[in-house]
Every structure is written in C-alpha cells, then in structure tokens.
C-alpha cells in the first residue's frame, strides 16, 4: 500500500510502457508436434514407465520461437533423457507437455485441478514471464508458486518438482 500513492503517479508513464513492451515483442506461434510420449522399452508384462516426466509452463515450455517442439524445452529433455539412458535397453521413459502461450502460475494453478491425477517422478514448471509483464508483484508471484508446488505434490506425487528461473528479459520489460 505505501507504494500505491508512487503507482499512481507513475501509471501514465508505466502504461505507455506497457503498450511499448506489447508493441516491440514479436507474436511468435507455439512449436508444432507431439507434446506427449514414451521413449525406451516396455519391460516384459509392464505397462508403468521407469521414470514419468509432466512439463508446465508458458511459452518458454510451448516451444514459442522454434518450429518444431523437437527443438523446444519438452523435446531437448527427452533427447538427453534419451542418450543418457541410451545404453539401459529395459528403461522406459513417459512425458507429457500442458504449456500455453501466455500462460501465468494463476492461469496454471487453474489447470491443475482439470488434469488426471497421477503419479509423475518429475515435474518441470517454466513460468515468470507472464506474470512480470502482467504486473504481478514479488510476492503475489512468490506465494502462488508455493500455493503451485503445493497443489503439484499433493495431486502428483513427484519425487522432485524442478522450478526454472524466469529468463532474462532484458530491454523488453521497461526498468
């Protein structure tokens, strides 16, 4: 509150910053592909995976700028799961991607309760920009991450929940 008074007189200025910021990213599509999958061997008479991997996030996670999901977050991770499991023949891998363009923690704590509950190893969550240029303060940011992880690991189980740091975002966010 003892901000709001400075925000206030701000808010032109941060407006017509906003609109810049809005104006000079580029509106790139969401990469194309699978965003679900399995690599490695089933062992004999087995349906469950080795190791179950759920990735959630925003653009930084749907693969915005390249073309293909191959080249984005969700495939990299298999491609090096993939070689360094490379030489155990009995070892299956399953993942699954649910990122959106645009998407903030709100938008991804709402998403939650509407997905299957199951167990996954490993969560990836890849979120930040959004909520920066959303206007979302520190704090808010920082307790709906902890209301986030919360809600991941009593819905999901994992083993470890890996939280990437926002990126950096440079000239785009006005200082």
Not at 1 to 15: E, G, H, N, R, T
Not at 40 to 65: F, P, R
Not at 85 to 92: C, I, P, V
Request: charged share 20%.
């Amino acid at each position: 509150m003892k901000d709001l008074p400075i925000a206030a007189l701000l808010s032109p200025l941060l407006f017509a910053q906003g609109r810049w910021v809005r104006a000079t990213i580029p509106d790139l599509p969401e990469a194309q592909g699978v965003r679900s999958g399995s690599f490695g061997n089933v062992k004999s008479g087995s349906v469950d995976s080795d190791l179950s991997i759920l990735i959630l996030g925003d653009s930084a996670a749907a693969g915005v700028g390249v073309v293909d999901q191959k080249q984005a977050l969700s495939g990299q991770l298999v491609h090096q799961l993939a070689q360094a499991m490379d030489n155990k023949a009995s070892t299956r891998v399953d993942w699954t991607l649910i990122a959106k363009k645009g998407a903030t923690t709100a938008n991804v704590l709402s998403w939650v309760p509407t997905l299957e509950r199951r167990v996954y190893d490993v969560i990836v969550v890849s979120l930040g920009v959004n909520d920066v240029t959303g206007g979302v303060t520190k704090k808010q940011w920082l307790k709906q991450q902890k209301v986030l992880v919360a809600e991941l690991t009593s819905r999901f189980s994992p083993i470890q929940i890996i939280l990437s740091k926002v990126p950096p975002m440079g000239t785009a966010v006005p200082q």
